[in-house]
């Protein structure tokens, strides 16, 4: 089964998603600029929402690994633990990256003889890593087992100085479970301690559906315990903002998904909970982007989702091809009545099958032709999660 989920949200003054100069991140779509919302941006504004965390099922993208691993080793000696430490540091890393990795301890050394604050590359693996708490006991066990081998004593512990045969143990032990945003997103690396997870979600970058200018906020701070008479500010700033509504889409394949957590018996149970978790996340979550200077807090104008089980994934962003007008006062309404009549125009021409169609919009009579309406998200919600039991 294949479902689909479609948004509209209308922001206010807003930078949710920057770019390397701090302004709001765009692309052109039919010919003009549009504001952005990275597919990066979204998933994690709701893989780390207190909503998700419902579920019980998450993991840790992190370069932290080895301290993790560590706290599971607690018990061995402390010059054991520091070693271990190094081992799990150089997972996925190249043989280049483990050459800096060394020198970097050498100087640690020479800094903790001077007296010296040391280097924190014994802390971190080379790479951000998606991993689950299985994951972090599977390395644990890998390295309690070759200390174990170099008969639990620590010169010779210190004599390994490659993760590969921790590797090698965590590859060839049982499938290990993983979480259900791992099963959900993927996850990609170059070491084999990790099992690469092709992705059960797609996530559009989400755009505007309208042309955008940014626009620039110059502001001045008071300084408070200077005297009124005291000329000039206390600091002068500017910062780049627009005002966007996004249209939102992904897809989400429950075959893909359930396939992903074949060896994770515990997230598998949680899947008939995950779809209207989902939904509530994606409407009620929002980016965190500047979020303290713009408090851009919104829920959607319009939601759609549709249940397919022929898996023919379907992105109706061409609605918008041709951009609502940027000066509507009706702008909501009138990129929902454009989302409506795309989502008709192809099941005209292409008459893809949808077993299911839920549809809610706030502002806009408009719906289409086939479909079911809903006036509350949480009724919407509720017949989702049972069509998704069908």
């Not at 003009?32 to 504004?45: A, E, L």
């Not at 520091?82 to 800094?111: M, P, R, Y």
């Not at 408009?366 to 999660?385: D, G, T, Y």
Request: proline share 5%; aromatic share 8%.
């Amino acid at each position: 089964m294949l479902i689909e989920i479609h948004m509209l949200k209308n922001y206010p003054a807003t930078n949710l998603n920057r770019d390397d100069s701090g302004a709001p991140k765009t692309c052109y779509f039919g010919g003009v600029q549009r504001g952005r919302i990275s597919s990066q941006c979204q998933k994690r504004s709701w893989r780390t929402s207190p909503l998700f965390a419902m579920l019980e099922s998450q993991g840790w993208r992190s370069r932290a690994l080895p301290e993790l691993v560590a706290a599971e080793l607690a018990d061995l000696p402390e010059k054991a633990v520091i070693h271990a430490k190094k081992l799990i540091s150089t997972i996925g890393t190249s043989a280049k990256t483990q050459e800096k990795k060394a020198a970097k301890e050498e100087q640690d050394t020479a800094n903790n003889a001077a007296g010296k604050t040391p280097s924190v590359a014994a802390s971190t693996t080379g790479q951000l890593i998606f991993f689950s708490p299985a994951d972090v006991k599977a390395l644990a066990e890998a390295v309690r087992a070759i200390w174990q081998e170099n008969g639990e004593s620590v010169p010779a512990f210190e004599k390994v100085k490659k993760s590969d045969a921790i590797s090698s143990l965590v590859k060839n032990a049982a499938p290990r479970a993983i979480t259900l945003d791992i099963a959900l997103f993927g996850r990609m690396t170059t070491s084999q301690a990790f099992v690469d997870v092709e992705s059960a979600m797609q996530v559009a970058h989400a755009v505007s559906t309208h042309a955008v200018n940014l626009e620039s906020d110059y502001f001045t701070a008071v300084d408070d315990l200077l005297g009124a008479d005291s000329p000039g500010a206390g600091m002068i700033g500017d910062i780049d903002f627009d005002s966007c509504c996004y249209y939102q889409y992904a897809s989400l394949d429950m075959d893909k998904l359930r396939e992903n957590l074949k060896n994770s018996p515990e997230a598998q149970a949680r899947v008939g909970e995950l779809l209207p978790v989902l939904l509530q996340v994606m409407a009620e979550t929002n980016p965190s982007g500047k979020q303290n200077s713009f408090a851009g807090h919104v829920m959607p104008e319009a939601v759609m989702v549709e249940f397919k089980t022929e898996k023919i994934p379907l992105n109706y962003a061409n609605a918008f091809a041709e951009p609502v007008s940027r000066y509507s006062t009706h702008i909501a309404k009138d990129s929902t009545d454009k989302l409506a009549g795309e989502i008709d125009l192809m099941d005209d021409c292409y008459a893809l099958p949808v077993t299911h169609r839920a549809w809610m919009a706030l502002r806009s009579e408009s719906q289409p032709k086939h479909c079911e309406r809903f006036r509350q998200f949480r009724q919407l919600c509720e017949a989702c999660a049972q069509w998704a039991r069908e």
